[in-house]
Every structure is written in C-alpha cells, then in structure tokens.
C-alpha cells in the first residue's frame, strides 16, 4: 500500500512538501545532514534510506568538502526516478531496495540517514534493526521524522493543520483521493520520540540523542553504533 501510494504521488510530492511545510522541510533536512557527522569520513559511503526524491542524499552530496557516495534507497521506483533530475553529476546512485531488507553486507556504510521514511515502514523495529545492521560501528543514523508537540497550543494548531488544511490542499494539488489522508494518520500512530529513541537503542545503536525542531513538530534523533574495541 506505501510503495503504491508513493508511487502515484511522484509527481507531485516534492511540490507539495514545499507547499503543506511552507519550505520549512529544506531547513530540517539541513539539520539532519549536519548531524550526520560525515565530516570525519567525508569520502565515505552513506546510505539515504526511503530517500524518495532523493532530497537528503543531494543534501550530503553537495556538501563542500564531500567526496564520498551516496545510496539513496527506496522502494517506490517513480520517486526515485522524480529525483533523478536533481542528480547533475553528484555522488549519489539511487538503488530501488527495501529497508526491511537492505541488500548490503553489515556495516558498509559509514552513516545513514532516513527523512520522514521511517514512519511509513510496516515493521519499523526489523527497518532499524537492517539499518544498525549495515551502519558501521562508530558510524552515525540520523532519523529525521515528524512527531507529535509537547506543547498544547502548538499541538492544536497542528492538528488544525494536519487533519483539516493538509489533507484539502493535499487531494487538490496531488489528485490523489486520500494520500494526504495517510500523512496525519500515519504520523499520529507513530511512536512519540522517547519511544523512538528506546527503539533505537534495541536495535544495535548504543547511544542515542535527540531534539526538537519547529516547536516540536519533528524531531531529529542521532543513533551512534558502538565502535569495537581494540584488542
Ligand atoms: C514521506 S517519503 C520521504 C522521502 C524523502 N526521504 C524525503 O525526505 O522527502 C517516504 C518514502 O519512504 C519510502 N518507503 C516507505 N517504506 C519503505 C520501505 N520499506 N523500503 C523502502 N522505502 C520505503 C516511500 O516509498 C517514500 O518514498
């Protein structure tokens, strides 16, 4: 149902993005990549997992001073073909691959990073258990997803947003009958950001931070991977 619902917003989803988040969600992806610390491996490898349009993964790779790769990984083929266009010669090779069953051997990547992917995994401890898998240790995976606000005006005025105006505009501009009324419900089932952060932990990461962002609208939350010990 994810991949297919991606797949018929292709079109449109980069638009909208910009529009529903009044361009807020470039600011965000910024954050996240900042946090990646790639600055220690700048010619590493790093996965973007459910990179979609691929916006985090040209994030990285336009970064001065990166020299690395990026694989930015999904599963609905018509986002990735959408991103394609943003490429222009950066190191980033989009790969049609699911994060429940990333096909990479463990620990290859120097870092990973997910931007509003990982609420739409159907089993999101066995997707963070593949990406602790293939991180490597002392590497870093950066989630940047939405989350619910602590405060209770700021929650009002979002669910406002989210469950009447984003929906509308959502149907009209995409065509799409009811995409855009999987967003707010999705991000309503999804685990608050301390839970997310226990997830983290179970899932090979040994520390785990994280923050608000946007009155708590999203969060970011930085997962580093045990580094192995010398003998
Ligand atoms: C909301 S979009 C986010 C895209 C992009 N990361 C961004 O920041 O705009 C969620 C993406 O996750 C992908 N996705 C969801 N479940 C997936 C899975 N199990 N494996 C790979 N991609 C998945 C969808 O196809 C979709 O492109």
């Known amino acids: 149902m994810v991949r297919t619902l991606f797949g018929e917003i292709a079109d449109r989803y980069d ?7 009044l361009n807020i969600d470039r600011r ?42 990026v694989v930015g990984a999904d599963f609905a083929l018509p986002m990735l073909a959408r991103g394609k266009g943003k490429l222009h ?12 069953l990333l096909p990479f051997p463990d620990g290859v990547f120097a870092g990973a990073m997910v ?18 898998r293939v991180v490597r240790p002392g590497g870093r995976l950066v989630v940047l997803e939405f989350t619910v606000p602590p405060s209770r005006p700021v929650r009002w005025l979002y669910h406002a947003y989210f469950h009447r105006v984003l929906p ?29 952060a226990e997830l983290l932990l179970r899932a090979r990461f040994t520390r785990v931070e994280w923050r608000l962002l946007s009155a708590g609208i999203a969060a970011i939350h930085v997962a580093t991977k045990e580094a192995t010990r010398s003998p």
């Open 115 to 132: 931007g509003f992917g990982v609420r739409n995994l159907s089993r999101l401890p066995v997707g963070l258990a593949e990406l602790g």
């Open 28 to 69: 965000w992806r910024r954050r996240a990549v900042e946090a990646l610390g790639w600055e220690r491996h700048p010619g590493g490898l790093y996965l973007d997992a459910c990179a979609g349009t691929l916006d985090l993964a040209v994030e990285l790779a336009g970064r001065r001073g990166f020299r690395g790769r």
């Open 168 to 196: 509308l505009v959502g149907r009209l501009v995409s065509g799409h009958p009811w995409a855009y009324d999987y967003l707010p419900e999705s991000v309503a089932d999804f685990p608050p950001a301390e839970e997310l």
């Open 15 to 21: 638009l909208l993005n910009h529009l529903l988040s």
């Open 89 to 100: 010669g950066l190191g980033v090779s989009p790969l049609c691959a699911d994060t429940e």
